[in-house]
């Protein structure tokens, strides 16, 4: 099910001092495998210190590229982030799984006014969203605010100047930096007055068609709740978490006890095992070696989604699924504690 592919590293460029874009051949045989919508994530494979590591990164280059760029940045915790940005060289090769993910733009005839809000690295998803809403339509339109703590760790700063000056009609950027104030930039982080700056004041004869949100927690809930005070529906509200990846969320210790027998259907094999019910079901899983398909295990992305055929389950934390999606009986496997004494998971019927 971990279907990963050997990609070479074709360019390596700084964006600011703790972050670097990747960008990956793609040999014409796995055109097809690696063709993606805009704003979703590919997952790394790497060994470090003798420890497999994976990690996902969102794509920022337009799906109509022959290649494939993700934003990468340093964090205090190390890990592949740490080597990307200190030891990766041009021509090295790395494992790669296939594109996924689900917060996407796709492109229609009809035309689209969008708009984005990201903080840190929480626009690498957006930045290949804003080439594919200004590429795919003439008439679409894009507004922008982008927040972090200056233009100097500003990621794609001068891309985004740019293709604001190419799309000067269309394209509107609006900076804001929260620890130093500069020429052409909004002041502070990103919050209530911000998003009625833009929405209301500086673009309030757009109607919006959809609304994406990348960054942290914090800032995608008040986003969001002054986007519904406003009378924003909820459905077009699209958002991504974008906690880093090299941080693993540990859920608290569910209170009940037991043990569940667990049956794993996985690339049309079935596979069983016996499991703490205060246990993860996607950490008892890989205990087994079985090779279920995972990346950020803190429940921000969607590779290890399963759907339970039988018994029950819960998760401690939940970004993606909808609430549609769940009742479906879909779960993040990463996230999910079974409640019943027998549980079976399929990963295949998704």
């Not at 030891?87 to 035309?111: C, H, N, Y």
């Not at 104030?181 to 002041?187: D, I, K, R, V």
């Not at 399963?306 to 999606?325: F, P, S």
Request: net charge neutral; with cysteine; hydrophobic share 35%.
């Amino acid at each position: 099910m971990s279907n990963f592919h050997v990609l070479t590293v074709q360019g390596i460029k700084s964006l600011t001092p703790t972050s670097v874009a990747i960008t990956f051949t793609i040999p014409k045989e796995l055109k097809q495998t690696f063709a993606f919508d805009a704003g979703q994530y590919i997952t790394i494979k790497k060994e470090i210190k003798g420890k497999e590591v994976r990690r996902a990164y969102s794509i920022c280059s337009s799906p109509k590229r022959d290649y494939i760029t993700v934003g990468v940045k340093r964090t205090h915790k190390g890990g592949f982030s740490d080597y990307a940005n200190t030891k990766l060289k041009i021509g090295d090769q790395l494992e790669v799984m296939p594109p996924e993910g689900r917060f996407t733009f796709k492109p229609t005839s009809a035309p689209k006014n969008v708009a984005a809000f990201a903080a840190g690295s929480g626009i690498t998803p957006i930045m290949s969203i804003i080439k594919e809403v200004l590429t795919s339509n003439p008439h679409n339109k894009l507004v922008l605010v982008y927040g972090n703590k200056s233009n100097t760790e500003t990621m794609f700063y001068k891309d985004l100047v740019k293709l604001q000056l190419e799309y000067a009609t269309r394209f509107f950027v609006y900076f804001t930096n929260s620890k130093v104030q500069e020429e052409g930039s909004l002041f502070g982080r990103i919050d209530t007055s911000s998003v009625n700056y833009a929405l209301k004041n500086k673009h309030k004869n757009i109607r919006f068609d959809a609304y994406y949100l990348c960054g942290p927690e914090e800032m995608i809930q008040v986003v969001s709740d002054t986007l519904q005070e406003n009378g924003v529906a909820k459905d077009i509200i699209h958002f991504e978490l974008f906690t880093t990846t090299e941080t693993i969320a540990k859920a608290t210790p569910a209170a009940t006890g037991g043990k569940t027998q667990v049956t794993i259907i996985l690339d049309e094999e079935e596979f069983t095992l016996t499991m703490g019910k205060n246990d993860v079901v996607l950490d008892s899983v890989l205990k087994e070696n079985i090779d279920a398909p995972y990346s950020c295990q803190g429940g921000v992305c969607s590779s290890c989604v399963a759907r339970i055929t039988e018994g029950k389950a819960e998760m401690v934390k939940n970004q993606i699924l909808t609430d549609g999606e769940i009742e479906e009986g879909l779960i993040l496997t990463c996230q999910a504690r079974p409640l019943t004494p027998t549980l079976k998971i399929d990963y295949d019927d998704v």
